[in-house]
């Protein structure tokens, strides 16, 4: 390879193919040229030459082994960008691929490579016709933590009539809980699928770590975040989280450029703290080797995985995770997660990365105290046959504090407490789930907004072509066939359940440096006991398949949770909370450049 691939100027580092540049590549290529009848994987960061060790190993097969092939992409549309861009490319790079084009107007179609004693397949798996029409020795498969599930069972089967075969899977890492998918059979009935398949490959595999050496003890280690210490202390993370105080702020925040300067990788066998450069991942890696960590499933699966503090820049990984951790704290859970199965390739598993709290977190201040910093307040009330359960919450930037919790019994009893706290009518949200008629005449007579919750995980924006928790606005007329019709219109509000409470679970577990959801000292007890009437509970499914999903504990009271749940809708959508009040990439870089 390194005599044959010559890269192209475009590409990030042209001239000949160099393995040092990549050491963490060399064993999955090794093994992809000599090894037979295997199903391999590798499971690596963003940007770490995993996608081009599978294009590597295909360019080796095509030439060497003279047997057909398939390419899988996420979709058909990226399975055409990549033959127009990266394999155009890379077939220009290498001579020997070149010259075995089959040289009629066929052999270089986008979606079809014919040579001379071969040909190449390039589709997307998003079709299931594709997945299940075509057969191929040797299959290539780009980003399966992307595809539907069940895809790779299918492309299993695609390879068993070859004497020799191979299956070669590169990807970043996939989710244990991953939600559960239903799909019809050919039989016209309904299987569910699932979880992510990259996950229980990993786990059917090897397991083949890669070890840096230490330049201090010469001891081989795994690098995981928790050796990455931000503090500046010596000293590891604890349960993942952050370390020492030496880069925080007086408010217990990182700040960046304290962050750049105190930065370290901590060696677990020595302890020795290694500065981000460079010459230190070039001196860790010197000499690093996979280890296999479950030799039991040797003769199976081989498996790969390295993450990105073996080659990628580690101040660029600690700013990432501190805006991860910031957008965490307001409740947004998404760049967390892209930077776990991404960065780091490993697993998400929420429960691992975000730690629940049981107590609630008590602000130091009484119930009816306004807080002059508050940006909103609003009021949420849950329905029920001969009471409302509401609750008054102010919510800031970055953090919330209780005002009030009542239980009413007439709707008018819920305009005084609104005129009370003088708060405006719009910012009332009013469970419709129970009674939506009766709840639309109130909505209509006081100004407020109906809310219904739902299981659907996420509802379409099509303004500006976004998934949120909750609904665009649906529109209601409280009197329509009446003699009361008026043409007055009551906005309701879907929000997706499930998701609600995981944005408040998480809100709730966001302690540190210092509570952000807060309720006050002298809340009720049955309050209390209202918001720990639910818990997060692992499933099964069809298949045995373990997922997580929220239900009530028993028969216990839960309205004013429901209340709190409506509190999260509604400052998700006046931009406080969620991925809603997450800064733009100006809006981070400026106040880096401040810090």
């Not at 809340?523 to 209390?528: D, G, H, V």
Request: proline share 4%.
């Amino acid at each position: 390879m390194s005599r044959e691939v010559e890269f192209a100027p475009s590409r990030p580092i042209a001239g000949h193919f160099n393995c040092a540049l990549s050491p963490y590549i060399a064993e999955p290529l090794a093994i992809a040229m000599s090894e037979r009848n295997r199903e391999l994987w590798l499971i690596a960061s963003w940007q770490s030459a995993k996608t081009l060790a599978l294009e590597l190993a295909m360019l080796w097969l095509m030439v060497n082994d003279g047997q057909s092939a398939i390419w899988n992409a996420p979709t058909n549309e990226r399975a055409k960008e990549f033959s127009s861009t990266r394999l155009s490319e890379l077939m220009d790079d290498c001579a020997p691929m070149r010259g075995l084009l089959a040289g009629d107007r066929f052999s270089d179609a986008k979606m079809l490579k014919r040579f001379v004693h071969s040909s190449l397949i390039i589709q997307g798996v998003d079709a299931i016709g594709n997945v299940q029409s075509k057969s191929a020795g040797y299959i290539f498969n780009d980003e399966p933590w992307l595809w539907e599930p069940g895809r790779i069972g299918e492309l299993r089967a695609r390879v068993t009539k070859y004497a020799r075969w191979l299956i070669f899977n590169a990807t970043t890492a996939g989710e244990v809980y991953a939600a559960v998918k239903g799909r019809i059979d050919e039989n016209g009935e309904m299987q569910t699928v699932g979880p992510d398949e990259t996950t229980q490959a990993w786990e059917a595999s090897d397991q083949r770590e890669w070890h840096l050496r230490c330049p201090a003890c010469r001891g081989f280690f795994a690098p995981t975040w928790d050796d990455m210490d931000l503090g500046g202390n010596g000293s590891k993370n604890k349960e993942g989280r952050f370390s020492g105080d030496l880069s925080r702020n007086d408010s217990g925040e990182f700040v960046l450029a304290k962050v750049r300067k105190n930065l370290r990788l901590i060696c677990p066998l020595c302890q020795a703290a290694h500065a981000p450069s460079r010459v230190t991942t070039e001196a860790l890696n010197d000499g690093a080797h996979y280890r296999v960590l479950k030799p039991e499933n040797e003769g199976g699966i081989i498996a790969w995985h390295y993450n990105a503090i073996c080659h990628y820049d580690w101040l660029k990984l600690a700013e990432e995770w501190i805006r991860a951790h910031k957008a965490l704290r307001l409740g947004n859970v998404g760049p967390l997660k892209m930077f776990v199965q991404r960065r780091l390739a490993e697993t998400w598993v929420p429960g691992k990365f975000i730690h629940s709290v049981a107590e609630l977190s008590t602000g130091g201040y009484k119930l009816g105290e306004k807080w002059p910093e508050a940006l909103h307040t609003f009021l949420t009330v849950d329905v029920q046959k001969d009471c409302f359960y509401a609750v008054a919450r102010q919510w800031g930037s970055g953090i919330s504090r209780q005002l009030a919790v009542e239980r009413l019994l007439t709707v008018d009893d819920v305009e005084k407490m609104r005129i009370k706290w003088e708060i405006p009518s719009n910012w009332v949200g009013i469970d419709a789930g129970w009674n939506m008629d009766l709840v639309l005449v109130y909505c209509a007579r006081f100004g407020y907004a109906a809310l219904n919750g739902v299981k659907r995980r996420a509802f379409y924006h099509a303004e500006d072509n976004q998934h949120r928790i909750y609904s665009p606005v649906r529109w209601h007329n409280a009197y329509l066939g009446t003699k009361a019709d008026v043409g007055q219109r009551v906005p309701e509000f879907l929000f997706s359940t499930q998701a609600v409470n995981d944005r408040l679970d998480t809100l709730r577990g966001m302690t540190d440096p210092t509570p952000i959801w807060t309720v006050a000292e002298d809340c009720p007890e049955l309050y209390k006991k209202h918001m720990d009437a639910c818990r997060k509970r692992e499933k099964r499914n069809a298949q045995g398949m373990p997922y997580f999903e929220w239900e009530q504990i028993g028969s216990r009271p839960d309205h004013w949770r429901d209340a709190e749940l409506m509190q999260v809708v509604m400052a998700s959508m006046a931009g406080l909370v969620g991925a809603e009040a997450a800064p733009n990439d100006a809006e981070e870089a400026d106040r880096a450049k401040r810090e």
